[in-house]
C-alpha cells in the first residue's frame, strides 16, 4: 500500500527567556511547534532513519536559536526557526513553526516582579518552503462578555427549534483570531496591539444582532486598523447563559441569575478580506 503523505515535527516545546536589561527585566514566555515536511518516505517504508533530524534536536534548535537572537515577538521567533531547518535540510521541502505567547504583567513598577494573566496567547506562525514565506499573527484564550446589546431573533425555525427569540440577552465568547500581512510591518507587535484593540472595542460597541453579525464588523475593524493586514479569520464560540426559572420559588424571571453552559456551543467563524 502506498504512503500518501508524511509530516513530522515537535510539539509543545516550552521555554522562557529572561531580557536583563540595566534597570528592569522582561520575560517571554512561549510554546513552540514544529512541523517538518519533505523527502521522508524512506523512514516509513524502510525504515531508514538517514533523513530524520530527531525531533529531541528539533527541542535543542528551539533554545539554541532562541539564545543566539534578539527577537521581539513570536513571529520573528517562528521566521527565525523555519529558516534554520529548510537552509539546513535540502531534503526538506516545506518548514511550519507555530509559536504561543502567554503574557506576564509586570506588578506595580517591581523591575523584577509579573503577575500572571488570563488565559489569553499571542500566535505567530511561520511556513516557508522552496518559495517563500508566509508569517502570519493571531490571538487565542481571548475571553470577552456583554450583558446587553446583543440579540438574536427572526431565525429559521422548523419542527425542532425550541429556542426563543432574544432582543437583549449575555453575548460571551473567547476570541480566536489568524491574520496574514499585504506586507511585512515595521513591528509585529504593534500590528497584535492594533488589532487586539480593534476587536475589543468593536465587540463592546456593535449593535449585534447575532455572533455573524458582530464577527464581520470585528474583522472589518481589524482590518481598518492596520492596513498591513490582508485578511484576518476569527473563531467565536457561542458561550451560551441561560436564565434560571425560579418560577418554581415564587421568584419572577428577570433574567438576573443565568447558568452559564461550557457544553455544547455554537461555533462561529469567517475570514474577513479586503
Not at 15 to 41: C, F, Q, Y
Request: hydrophobic share 40%.
Amino acid at each position: 500500500m502506498p504512503l500518501l503523505g508524511d509530516a513530522y515535527g515537535k510539539g509543545s516545546v516550552r521555554m522562557s527567556k529572561v531580557i536583563r536589561g540595566r534597570e528592569r527585566h522582561e520575560i517571554i514566555d512561549l510554546t513552540v511547534d514544529v512541523h517538518l515536511e519533505g523527502d521522508l518516505a524512506a523512514a516509513y517504508t524502510d525504515g531508514d532513519n538517514s533523513l530524520v533530524l530527531p525531533t529531541d534536536t528539533m527541542k535543542n534548535t528551539v533554545y539554541v536559536i532562541a539564545a543566539e537572537h534578539e527577537f521581539e515577538g513570536p513571529e520573528e521567533l517562528a521566521a527565525l526557526l523555519t529558516d534554520h531547518f529548510l537552509s539546513r535540510n535540502a531534503h526538506l521541502d516545506l518548514a511550519r513553526v507555530t509559536v504561543e505567547q502567554r503574557s506576564w504583567e509586570r506588578l506595580g513598577d517591581d523591575p523584577h516582579t509579573f503577575l500572571g494573566s488570563s488565559g489569553e496567547r499571542r500566535l505567530g506562525m511561520a511556513e516557508q518552503d522552496r518559495e517563500g514565506t508566509l508569517v502570519q499573527s493571531g490571538i487565542d484564550g481571548l475571553s470577552v462578555l456583554r450583558t446587553s446589546g446583543s440579540a438574536f431573533a427572526g431565525f429559521l425555525r422548523d419542527e425542532y427549534t425550541t429556542l426563543p427569540d432574544k432582543e437583549d440577552r449575555i453575548m460571551a465568547t473567547t476570541v480566536m483570531a489568524l491574520w496574514d500581512y499585504l506586507e511585512r510591518p515595521s513591528s509585529f507587535g504593534d500590528v497584535w496591539r492594533d488589532v487586539r484593540r480593534a476587536l475589543l472595542d468593536t465587540f463592546a460597541t456593535h449593535e449585534s444582532k447575532s455572533v455573524q453579525h458582530t464577527l464581520l464588523a470585528m474583522g472589518e475593524a481589524g482590518l481598518a486598523a492596520c492596513p498591513e493586514v490582508g485578511e484576518i479569520y476569527l473563531q467565536l464560540p457561542n458561550q451560551h447563559h441561560l436564565p434560571v426559572d425560579l418560577r418554581p420559588f415564587g421568584i419572577a424571571n428577570l433574567d438576573v441569575v443565568q447558568q452559564p453552559v461550557d457544553e455544547p456551543f455554537g461555533v462561529i467563524e469567517g475570514t474577513v478580506g479586503r
